[in-house]
């Protein structure tokens, strides 16, 4: 078929992905996006997967891109399709994640008028995309989708919208991908200036206390292997965020941990106690702070992102730098070389000391339950021991997404995938399924709490009629665990609706309740399910997991319900108040360094 062929709009549109390099589209037919469906089913370039639920089809998408660094793409039809997607689009947009969300919208003339299955989808996620279209002229169709490929996936990665009425789908039209873009205003800048580099390196080859802050801007710029070599030029002392956790090998004696609220005791005291942060892609989030007044009172600020809103936002920048992570890693490398080829070097070595004393003192541990019963915080160490370091680990959000985060060991970026700012309950499924498709070749574990395995564990069924075989570990503690923990310490423990396995009236007083059966609910959806309630077990069943690779694997792993989350900053405090056990602070004072 030539360009100068008239096609419909859905013909357009299809092409249009195709030629955005589209391999693979998570979503679910409807009436307004119904058209696009048609060609959609003659491509031979672009895989559809349907899954069960439009939320799952973001998630999905999110996680194909935090895999590969690939641009996700996800397509509902309107109304309802559409709202299903506001999460996904949300939690991309909190975590700058590179995905198109495609959208179907009813004909140009209805729109405004209320119409069967209309939403305002463009108005409802303006606040939450980093950019958005609606397209009523068919004509339009292959400009849009081509910019909305390169707003995703440039300067500071995120979700953009493309909603596309169905007169459009429809209308005949010609063909023509854009030769240009015209995106007026839209110049990111990646290049950071030379001044504040030198400016930078002063800082730097000044400071006595210095910690690189590298955030998860770092892993979306492929900037670990500058990383690891600025770290080995200074030997500065390194702390991971939650979302940049593998873009510094965890095995490297520099690295401190993750910094924040359930950061290391050494991370947190690192940031506390520096005289200089040099921030890589982070953006001094609350849950890293802690009490922003109190946070870091000593330290002076090189804040380097992508997205210059992001700097100063939240703490004021000494020297700010708008670049791209890589280029900036880059730039300050030839700086440093320079001047240590002048003589000039950092003197960090007291300081360095301290650090390393203070991470042998405080490590991450966890004590093993006194009634025998099974340690969340074994299972995942088990778990990421027997996986291994080239395994991806998609998380929910809660208690296990916190200890998958400490009790992993992370070597390699794009491993460790997880919702970061948003903190959406139902992620680690849909998401791990995603990661899968992008990385076929690779193992894909989703470690997820029982509560948030039962708002997307549908997508089991897309998995299996897929193949797309995930291994999904369910940590479960009968319990909304987090939200428990929080009860315990801040509200008498008084567990107002957090128990997801209260007695029924109608079973026999002592007799075990598993509401749902986990093991037999993967095997109705056509998955393998398997369930662990001992120390003894966790290494065999782990093991039978992994010798499984034609069809998704569940394990219920049956765990304490009273295990917490340690160390914890509580929320609105200083992080100078971190506790590593319940009663239990640090013994070092400001002035030990």
């Known amino acids: 078929?030539?360009?100068?062929?008239?096609?419909?709009?859905?013909?357009?549109?299809?092409?249009?992905?195709?030629?955005?390099?589209?391999?693979?589209?998570?979503?679910?037919?409807?009436?307004?996006?119904?058209?696009a469906y048609d060609p959609l089913m003659d491509s031979s370039a672009i895989r559809h997967i349907l899954v069960r639920h439009e939320q799952g089809a973001g998630h999905a998408a999110q996680g194909y891109a935090a895999a590969t660094g690939r641009v996700g793409v996800c397509m509902a039809?309107?109304?309802?399709?559409?709202?299903?997607?506001?999460?996904?689009?949300?939690?991309?947009?909190?975590?700058?994640?590179?995905?198109?969300?495609?959208?179907?919208?009813?004909?140009?003339?209805?729109?405004?008028t209320d119409a069967f299955q209309e939403a305002d989808i463009r108005g409802i996620t303006m606040p939450i995309t980093k950019h958005n279209f609606l397209v009523t002229d068919p004509a339009e169709i292959p400009q849009k989708i081509a910019e909305a490929f390169h707003i995703a996936s440039t300067g500071r990665p995120g979700p953009v919208l493309v909603d596309v009425a169905k007169s459009a789908l429809t209308a005949q039209t010609r063909?023509?991908?854009?030769?240009?873009?015209?995106?007026?205003?839209?110049?990111?800048?990646?290049?950071?200036?030379?001044?504040?580099?030198?400016?930078?390196?002063?800082?730097?080859?000044?400071?006595?206390?210095?910690?690189?802050?590298?955030?998860?801007?770092?892993?979306?710029?492929?900037?670990?292997?500058?990383?690891?070599e600025l770290a080995a030029l200074t030997g500065i002392p390194v702390v991971t965020t939650l979302m940049a956790r593998g873009a510094f090998p965890d095995s490297n004696p520099q690295h401190l941990g993750m910094p924040g609220m359930h950061g290391t005791v050494a991370a947190v005291a690192g940031l506390q106690r520096s005289d200089l942060i040099i921030s890589l892609g982070a953006r001094f989030d609350d849950r890293v702070t802690g009490n922003l007044d109190s946070f870091a009172p000593n330290a002076k600020v090189i804040h380097a992102d992508i997205d210059p809103a992001e700097i100063g936002k939240n703490r004021h920048a000494d020297v700010p730098i708008v670049g791209d992570c890589r280029e900036v890693i880059s730039d300050l490398l030839v700086a440093l070389r320079t001047a240590q080829d002048a003589g000039e070097t950092g003197d960090y070595?007291?300081?360095?000391?301290?650090?390393?004393?203070?991470?042998?003192?405080?490590?991450?541990?966890?004590?093993?339950?006194?009634?025998?019963?099974?340690?969340?915080?074994?299972?995942?160490?088990?778990?990421?021991?027997?996986?291994?370091?080239?395994?991806?680990?998609?998380?929910?959000?809660?208690?296990?997404?916190?200890?998958?985060?400490?009790?992993?060991?992370?070597e390699k970026p794009n491993t460790w995938i997880n919702s970061g700012g948003l903190g959406t309950m139902g992620y680690s499924v849909p998401a791990a399924m995603g990661a899968k498709v992008g990385c076929p070749d690779t193992t894909v574990w989703s470690i997820d709490g029982d509560g948030c395995f039962q708002m997307t564990n549908?997508?089991?069924?897309?998995?299996?009629?897929?193949?797309?075989?995930?291994?999904?570990?369910?940590?479960?503690?009968?319990?909304?665990g987090m939200v428990r923990q929080w009860q315990t310490l801040f509200y008498n423990e008084r567990y107002s609706n957090t128990d997801l396995q209260r007695q029924s009236p109608r079973v026999q007083p002592g007799t075990p309740v598993r509401v749902p059966d986990f093991e037999k609910l993967a095997e109705a959806y056509g998955c393998v399910g398997l369930s662990c309630d001992t120390p003894g077990e966790v290494d065999a069943t782990i093991a039978k997991a992994m010798e499984v690779d034609?069809?998704?694997?569940?394990?219920?792993?049956?765990?304490h319900r009273d295990a917490m989350v340690w160390p914890m900053v509580a929320a609105g405090t200083s992080n100078d108040d971190i506790k590593y056990a319940r009663d239990l602070a640090p013994e070092f004072e400001k002035d030990d360094v």
Not at 462 to 469: H, Y
Not at 550 to 559: I, K, S, T, Y
Request: glycine content about 10%; proline content about 8%.
């Open 349 to 410: 070595e007291a300081w360095v000391e301290f650090l390393a004393g203070t991470k042998k003192k405080y490590p991450l541990g966890y004590d093993a339950p006194a009634d025998g019963s099974l340690a969340p915080q074994y299972v995942i160490e088990r778990l990421g021991a027997i996986a291994g370091p080239d395994a991806i680990y998609s998380s929910g959000v809660g208690q296990h997404q916190m200890w998958a985060a400490q009790f992993i060991d992370y």
């Open 458 to 480: 549908q997508e089991l069924a897309t998995c299996a009629i897929e193949g797309i075989p995930i291994k999904v570990a369910v940590i479960n503690n009968q319990s909304l």
């Open 77 to 112: 039809t309107s109304g309802p399709g559409a709202t299903n997607l506001v999460t996904p689009l949300a939690d991309a947009h909190m975590d700058s994640v590179p995905m198109v969300a495609v959208t179907g919208q009813v004909g140009a003339a209805m729109i405004g």
């Open 1 to 35: 078929m030539s360009q100068a062929e008239p096609i419909t709009g859905a013909q357009s549109l299809i092409r249009s992905l195709e030629h955005a390099g589209v391999e693979t589209i998570f979503g679910i037919p409807g009436g307004a996006i119904l058209p």
């Open 175 to 228: 063909f023509r991908w854009p030769t240009e873009l015209h995106l007026p205003g839209y110049r990111p800048v990646t290049k950071p200036h030379a001044k504040q580099i030198r400016e930078a390196t002063r800082l730097i080859l000044e400071a006595r206390r210095p910690v690189l802050y590298v955030g998860g801007g770092t892993i979306r710029a492929r900037a670990h292997r500058e990383l690891a």
């Open 550 to 559: 034609d069809v998704p694997v569940v394990v219920d792993f049956r765990v």
